[in-house]
């Protein structure tokens, strides 16, 4: 009772000081409703000395461990890295096998009844099983087969350690392994020969000799072999098996810090324990093993928005699947990267990546679009306040409005302003014809181009329309556009996010016509509120992000040598290419490790909460990637 007591007593103080201390609040969601995970360290973006504990030079490693006449490596998370950082996963997996409920309980709760009465000699898989078959009622020998599949399956080399490996080799040293492990002395065999561990000298099991490195009788053991003559280093992660015991043995000893332990500070807390593990596994054997040198554009890429690409990609899988749609269209330039990540692991479906924008829609569609324009004009002076009329009007291909300006009180060089706004809309609804004139090429020119879009499309189907966010202005003006083609398309919106909180976009989601990954005004709204606290404008980051390195679409009439025209590309091309390469590499790295072993659905929670934790820190450390932001996209 009193412990309850306590208990609520710190819980309430800790509410207290999230109040007082907003900034060390960070909110996630479960279950609609508000939860509180600890907050975890942010990691800087440019890793360093203070932030990664330093891993030797591989020449210079080498060098130290010259002198050595036999070189002695540990075996997981030293030489070989998991899938995950948490190995019960591989219970998890092993349960799911079998369709078997607390499988992880029962495993582990047979290993640690076994380890009390054999320590300190090693337990084998064999002894595990021959309990666990009574426990659980599956094969000793299927339950035994498919936890080696699985530890087999899921696997890596570390690279730092391969290259060191294989330079040891080429010095001509003596390299053993020594494990403490219960799996089968063949079974690694196996796992170390599939990373490119091979020609060592020799592999020392505990589960094989029935001796450990936790107790130092394997180091012993290993020392009658070759003779206290000899001098021995242990190269390992733990620092009571494979440090201090190697030494008390007599053996020099080096410690690689495991990569998990590293990495788990900065990792956020909340995710799941499949498709968030999978997720920590990826990203801390990559930043940490001592191998990884790309730049910090690279690590935002690969670390915060690698996850959100891939779940976005199986979600727009799913409904495809869901619509029967004949073709996927990913509307430029936010869905640039998302294309190529689609098309590389998935692909089910006939994709084609169009070109467009929102300026170059409206300017076809002004018709019925002139609202949107007058949004889209009020967004200008939002994103720059010193903009003028000309400079405006020039930057998105509208100068032959400027001289219909002789009629009112404004000029060109004047500033955009919410009052100038309202006055150029009056304009611009008084003139309206004569801007459909200057603009019925626009519409024809878009005619012609999403003609051949759809040219493949069999009449009366549905066509699914990629996009990152919006106001639905893509999906009405292409709607439109293919209407007036005469072909009878369903356009279906899959956004993935969706920020806006306009009657006429609920309006769509409820009627079938839109759909949303992330979140929604109607849907996931928890991730809504998250997403839109403080009045902050995080849409403009993430375009920032997954925007194309080109500029942003005027108009679809082409030039005389058949291209469009278009705005300036953003200065720091190289930058957002180096952030597009990490996403693509983690969703490779992602699919290559998993996809076809356990096909996990990245989940919406899953995919927001890395994004989350580093979106706000964009604008300060990546200030260049949003100055390269244009009009009109």
């Excluded at 992660?237 to 440090?243: G, Q, R």
């Amino acid at each position: 009772m009193i412990k309850k007591i306590i208990k609520k007593i710190l819980k309430k103080c800790f509410y207290i000081i999230l109040k007082l201390f907003p900034s060390k609040r960070d909110f996630f969601i479960h279950a609609g409703k508000y939860v509180i995970h600890e907050t975890q360290k942010i990691l800087p973006i440019v890793r360093s000395s203070k932030s990664i504990p330093q891993r030797k030079e591989l020449s210079e490693f080498c060098i130290e461990l010259a002198p050595y006449d036999i070189i002695s490596f540990d075996i997981f998370d030293t030489l070989i890295f998991r899938d995950f950082p948490d190995p019960k996963v591989i219970f998890d997996l092993w349960g799911c096998h079998f369709n078997l409920q607390y499988a992880r309980k029962m495993r582990s709760g047979v290993e640690r009844e076994l380890r009390n009465q054999k320590f300190p000699n090693e337990i084998t898989l064999e002894e595990i099983y021959e309990k666990l078959s009574v426990v659980s009622g599956i094969d000793k020998e299927d339950g035994m087969r498919v936890e080696c599949e699985l530890e087999y399956a899921h696997c890596k080399a570390n690279p730092y350690f391969l290259d060191l490996f294989n330079k040891l080799k080429q010095m001509g040293k003596l390299i053993i392994i020594t494990s403490d492990m219960y799996l089968p002395k063949s079974t690694i065999e196996a796992m170390l020969h599939k990373c490119g561990f091979s020609e060592y000298h020799a592999l020392y099991v505990s589960s094989d000799l029935g001796i450990t490195k936790a107790s130092g009788e394997l180091y012993r053991y290993i020392t009658q072999i070759y003779g206290n003559n000899k001098s021995y280093i242990h190269i390992g992660d733990n620092l009571i098996s494979d440090m201090k015991n190697a030494r008390e043995a007599g053996w020099s000893s080096y410690y690689y810090m495991d990569v998990h332990k590293i990495g788990k500070p900065f990792r956020p807390n909340g995710m799941s324990s499949l498709g968030g593990g999978f997720y920590r596994g990826l990203i801390n054997t990559y930043l940490y093993n001592g191998c990884s040198l790309e730049d910090k554009y690279y690590d935002l890429g690969y670390t915060y928005f690698g996850i959100l690409v891939y779940g976005y990609c199986q979600w727009l899988n799913q409904i495809a699947k869901q619509n029967s749609v004949s073709k996927i269209l990913f509307v430029s330039r936010d869905m640039y990267i998302i294309k190529n990540v689609y098309e590389s692991f998935f692909g089910d479906y006939p994709s084609e990546y169009i070109t467009a924008s929102r300026l170059a829609i409206i300017r076809a569609d002004f018709k019925k679009s002139s609202e949107m324009f007058f949004t889209c004009m009020r967004d200008a002076y939002t994103f720059n306040p010193n903009i003028t009329i000309e400079e405006y009007f020039t930057s998105i291909n509208f100068e032959f409005f400027i001289p219909l300006l002789k009629e009112s009180n404004l000029l060109p060089n004047m500033a955009m302003s919410p009052d100038v706004c309202d006055i150029l809309e009056n304009i611009i609804l008084d003139k309206k014809d004569i801007i459909l004139q200057n603009l019925i090429t626009d519409h024809s020119a878009a005619i012609e181009y999403f003609s051949n879009v759809i040219q493949d499309v069999p009449n009366s189907s549905s066509v699914l329309l990629a996009d990152m966010n919006g106001r639905c202005t893509s999906l009405t003006g292409i709607q439109h556009i293919l209407d007036d083609i005469g072909k009878n398309i369903h356009l279906i919106g899959a956004q993935m996010y969706s920020a806006s909180d306009k009657g006429f976009v609920e309006i769509k989601f409820t009627d079938g016509t839109l759909e949303s990954f992330l979140f929604s005004y109607i849907n996931n709204r928890s991730f809504y509120n998250i997403f839109k606290r403080n009045g902050i404008n995080r849409t403009r980051v993430i375009e920032a992000i997954f925007t194309e390195p080109t500029g942003t679409l005027l108009s679809y009439v082409r030039d005389f040598e058949g291209n469009f025209k278009q705005g300036l590309p953003p200065e720091h091309t190289e930058k957002l290419a180096m952030v597009h390469k990490g996403i693509f590499d983690f969703c490779a790295q992602y699919f290559r490790n998993l996809h076809k072993l356990i096909p996990i659905t990245i989940t919406p929670y899953d995919s927001f909460i890395p994004m989350n934790q580093i979106i706000d820190r964009i604008p300060r450390e990546f200030p260049e990637l949003l100055n390269d932001m244009t009009l009109g996209n």
